[in-house]
């Protein structure tokens, strides 16, 4: 691959961030963008100040949705180190995705050398208080202009970068969740494990229907029986029973979640019963009834745990731990963020410490 070009804005003053930063609001001053051509691969890789895109309006993923993308994130330690969560885990899912959009594949460690090098550039920018971090999105798209359906043969990739606050600023709080059993999100054989835009333009009419009815977001069940529980609005799914914490089983409908897979492996970990199975809604609802039911939570690297606190399926609703937050989101949350602040070992290297780039702005 060739050298990364360096096309850096003169920062003029210092970087300002505001007091509520939200989420997905505010951007960085400089994005990583590189080209694909069949002839010759990925390309012309450059680190250059942020800019509206020039788009011809017959641009194929407009049109198609040729595209992919992640969501990752970068902090700033205690101790004033910056560190990126997992990159090398995100780079991999979007190869996984790049194969099921026929979309080329990328080189997973220049990607990370390209990230560390653009996170390192825009470190100033990354707030510091708890909870807040950068939200790094890399995204590819196909970009011939040309109206037919077909896989494009050119592609862009950037990687653009978010300060966001924190998610929960007033305390960890159980959310409202309808269990979806009319429209459903992905089907077997689809495209559901992949982080591609189509799976989220197909949620968004469930999810505005939940949100009239004063629900955070939905449950979605399996697209054939509608019994087995997936994902829960764009999370990951866990159900604590008596004796077993059960995430549902990767079946090429669920997107396979970095946190799923950090949660995963901190509760072997811990030595606790962490199965990855079919769960049916019926299963969650019994056991309920019995007082079985002692937690759902579900993990995303915005929220990274987030606890259900009322599920209603049909004309059930159910009130989970008296809508509080179990006692194991809470440890999860905190062994995970303190992983991330660099306050806990990071026993399984989860963490990319972002280098000293020879480029100083
Ligand atoms: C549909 C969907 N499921 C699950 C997740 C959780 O994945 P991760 O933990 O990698 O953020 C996400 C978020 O990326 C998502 O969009």
Redesign the pocket.
Known sequence: MEKINYQLKERSRKVELPENLGFGLIFTDHIFEMDYLPEIGWHNPTIKPLENLPMHPASMFIHYGQAIFE??KAFKTEKGEVVIFRPEK?FK?LNRSARRLCIPEVDVDFMLQALTELVNIEKEWIPIKKGESLYIRPFVYGSDSFLGVKQSSGYKLIILLSPVGAYYPEGFKPVKILVQDKYV?AVRGGIGEC?TPA??AASLFAADEARKLGYTQVLWLDAIEQKYIE?VG???IFVRFKDEIATPKLSGT?????????VIHILKDWGMNITERNVSIDEVISAYEKGDLLGIFG????AIISPVGWLRYKDNEMTINNGQPDDLSLKLFDKITSIQYGLAEDKFNWITHVSKSEVEV
């Open positions: 969501g990752l995100h899912r999100r982080k799976n989220y994902e764009t999370m990951n669920i997107l396979p979640g970095v946190t799923r897979d950090s993990t995303g690297t915005a």
